[in-house]
């Protein structure tokens, strides 16, 4: 009501001064309106230039053949789409090749690196005495570059002169295993070594949301008597689902980005049946110069993971009705 | 200009920003005044006399090579007041991405080191410039270099490189091993009836004699050096069909692979196993890239020697590579800079002797008749490989065709598919990709 009055007053009678004041009043309105977008502006411009402006290129060049020193890019309409849909096309085995790749990888990867992660986190968050060595032993590998680990990885796991195998045949198990050229060990020796380099970094996003975790919720449990079973069931998973939420839709793309490791440990053996999806777009677009269709490529696959994403929100949503 | 910056910004379009890193790399590497083109001085390489040319050069020298070749223009620089060239070392698959995208925004090198298989590549994409000029100013013909070489660097019959030198499969052995299996060590075999004879003898001696790699490093290299010594091709006369899979090939692919199932070799070999595994004395024989000599001499308790690789088909042949200078286009032409970069380049491909002790054989035919150079005697002795070297044909876009070769042999060395099998297979989609490389390049 004061708001009203004091507005009514300021518009009534508006002596000079008063205008003036008004003025100045507007003027600062604006300043304080532009405020925000001002704030805004540095990551405008960045996701603009970076984020939003690719996507628009990356668009225009997908309906060309685009190569970008040939002096001729004739516009091709869809027929780098069409060709990832037609058997008969030079791309079309491979890219779904490279498909699977990516799916059997996230699929074997994204559940291991869930629940493992949680394990640990779970371990690590009681207190113990060298708690705080275990979390920076389980956190150490993530700091590792691909590179490192990739070639790290691939001497260990070698057939022939690499430790893994000498270990295992020093308990008596077979020793010949071939952990990085045939299957399906590669599968195994890839998502093995995912789940050792990157569990940390999931463990320490957990341990967070575990210390969220209201105390009292826990005592109340132990009042009425719930077991450690009931209390992760009813306190810690439901207190962790944001934080779930987030591990599992961030893990997806991870996995489903994976390039290194298959690069540099299986070389996309047996044949090209460990190469991924962005490992072929890298190889279509930059090494091959394929640009129109590797932006093609890069669409298709980002639509399938908006959809994999899309459909990890609804799951969650659906749980918390 | 707006053309330019343009297409590095829709380099910038796919997310991957690498022509971008190539022109940030290249902004702290400066650069000459590109207008101040002066008289046009030069006479195609012989010398110049016209005002002081800043250079850029890349390569990709990444290892001890890289030294040598460093300390080699040092000494350019110094022989030629006018003349000051700078270089700029890349890991080669960086290299030849970064390239393109540098030269077409004038952010290129001068002087450019290309292998002679992506000479066409790059010649058809408009990176490079022709050197028939060059070439006859200074008198250089196919007399002077070997003919394998000298033919390579033609691309539609004009030239784009000046071959530097060559680096052939040497045919590596073991000798402590050899005389365990009571071989002469001094004696490695050159048919094949000596070479399967020898690897009966390891395996006697308990030991898997001959690795074979199911990667192109160096599996598929030595698959592609026994399929023309079976006297098959990769493709046909006009680059039009792969014919990778005809009988000679399955013939040699079968022959190698049968290395795996007699126990020759160990299944599943891992990349680089083979040539760990014949430094720790596990293997005996290894096909290897020359380069591997100045690795070795590194490790003085290997006993080892180098031969040209055996003859196990029907001829001698070997796979092979070549470094060669290219000239890059720039976008305001400068001729100043193209004759002193001419000139660069005949001085150092004179002082090839230099650059042999870095692991590679002269490309030029005196400095490989020279003493001095057979004084080297590991490297000269792969010298004789010249002559029946097999170097992939001049078209453009063939990498990723001969990458789909290699996966071939891959599948086939690891069990995957039979021989006859992995090569239709990888026949078939080589030939979609010509048919593809065809549209782009309209050849």
Redesign the interface.
């Known amino acids: 009501m004061a708001d009203v009055i004091e507005v009514g007053a300021a518009r009534g009678d508006a002596p000079p001064p008063a205008a003036k004041a008004a003025r100045r009043a507007a003027s600062a309105g604006r300043t304080r309106r532009a405020t925000p977008y001002l704030f805004l502006a540095p990551y405008l411009v960045l996701f603009g230039v ?1 984020g939003l ?2 996507i ?3 668009v ?2 997908s309906v060309h ?7 001729n890019r004739p516009f091709v309409g869809l027929d780098n789409y069409k060709e990832l849909f037609s058997s008969d ?2 791309v079309y ?2 890219w779904w090749e490279s498909v699977r790749a990516t799916a059997i990888f996230t699929v074997l990867s994204v559940p291991l690196l869930v629940v493992v992660p949680l394990g640990l986190a779970l371990l690590l968050n009681r207190s113990f005495p060298g708690r705080t060595f275990f979390r920076a032993v389980y956190f150490a590998p993530y700091v590792l570059g691909v590179a490192v680990i990739g070639l790290l990885w ?1 001497f260990l ?6 430790l893994v195998n000498r270990l295992l045949g020093v308990v008596g198990l077979p020793s ?1 295993t ?1 952990w ?3 299957m399906p060990w590669a599968w195994i020796s890839l998502v093995g070594v995912t789940v050792w380099w990157t569990s940390g970094f999931n463990a320490v996003i957990y341990l967070a949301g575990l210390q969220d975790i209201s105390p009292e919720l826990y005592e109340a449990a132990r009042m009425d008597g719930a077991n450690a079973w009931q209390r992760f069931r009813s306190v810690t998973l439901p207190g962790l689902r944001p934080v779930l939420l987030f591990v599992i839709t961030t893990t997806v793309l991870a996995s489903a980005n994976m390039f290194g490791q298959s690069f540099l440990i299986t ?6 049946e460990t190469r991924t999806v962005v490992w072929f777009i ?2 279509e ?7 129109g269709r ?2 093609a490529m ?1 669409i298709v696959f980002a639509l399938m993971l908006a959809v994999v994403s899309l459909a990890n929100f609804r799951l969650f949503r659906y749980k918390e009705d | 200009m707006i053309q330019n910056d343009m297409s590095r910004r829709r380099l910038l379009g796919l997310g991957l920003g690498l022509g971008a890193a190539a022109s940030l790399t290249l902004a702290g590497c400066g650069g000459g005044d590109d207008s101040a083109s002066g008289p046009a001085a030069g006479n195609g390489g012989k010398e110049y006399t016209g005002p002081k040319v800043d250079l850029k050069l890349w390569n990709g020298f990444t290892g001890g090579d890289g030294e040598i070749f460093k300390a080699l223009v040092n000494q350019f620089n110094t022989e030629h007041q006018n003349i000051a060239v700078s270089v700029a070392t890349y890991q080669w698959e960086d290299y030849y991405n970064k390239l393109p995208g540098a030269a077409s925004s004038g952010n290129g090198p001068d002087i450019a080191v290309m292998h002679m298989d992506q000479l066409a590549t790059f010649a058809a994409r408009g990176v490079i410039s022709e050197l028939d000029d060059v070439a006859k100013n200074l008198e250089l013909s196919e007399a002077d270099f070997a003919p394998t070489v000298w033919q390579g660097g033609l691309y539609n019959n004009k030239r784009y490189g000046i071959p530097l030198d060559m680096h052939p499969l040497g045919f590596y052995y073991n000798k402590a091993v050899m005389q365990q299996a009571g071989l002469d060590p001094n004696k490695p075999p050159t048919t094949k009836d000596d070479f399967t004879a020898a690897l009966v003898e390891f395996k006697k001696a308990g030991v898997q004699g001959f690795w074979i790699s199911p990667f192109q490093f160096t599996g598929g290299m030595t698959f592609y050096s026994l399929l023309n010594q079976w006297g098959g091709t990769l493709f046909d006369a006009d680059v039009a069909k792969a014919t990778f899979n005809s009988d000679p090939a399955v013939e040699a692919c079968t022959w190698l692979v049968d290395m795996i199932r007699q126990g020759h070799s160990p299944a599943n070999v891992g990349q680089d196993a083979e040539y760990l595994a014949f430094k720790s004395g596990k293997n005996a024989f290894t096909f290897n890239g020359i380069w591997q000599i100045n690795d070795l001499k590194k490790s003085p308790e290997v006993q080892w020697g180098v031969a040209p690789l055996p003859q196990i088909g029907s001829k001698k042949a070997t796979w092979a590579n070549s470094h060669n200078f290219t000239i890059v286009k720039q976008k305001a032409n400068n001729a100043n800079k193209i004759a002193g970069s001419k000139v660069f380049i005949n001085w150092l491909s004179q002082h090839s002797l230099d650059w042999a002790k870095g692991g590679q054989i002269p490309a030029r035919k005196a400095v490989r008749e020279s003493a001095e150079f057979k004084a080297l005697p590991e490297i000269s002795v792969l010298a004789p490989e010249l002559e029946y070297a097999a170097f992939p044909p001049a078209a453009p876009g063939l990498g990723e065709v001969i990458t789909t070769f290699y996966n071939s042999f891959n599948e086939a060395a690891l069990g995957k598919k039979t021989p006859k099998q992995a090569l239709d297979d990888g026949v078939a989609k080589a030939n979609r990709q010509l048919e593809d490389n065809r549209k782009k390049y309209g050849s």
């Open positions: 970076f402006l690719p628009i290129l990356g225009w060049l053949q685009w190569d970008f020193q040939l002096p096309s030079a085995g491979d691939r796991l070698d057939a022939n002169l690499g010949d071939p990085v050229t045939n070389q996309g053996t047996p044949g090209t890298v190889e677009g930059l090494r091959d110069n394929d640009a590797a932006a890069s």
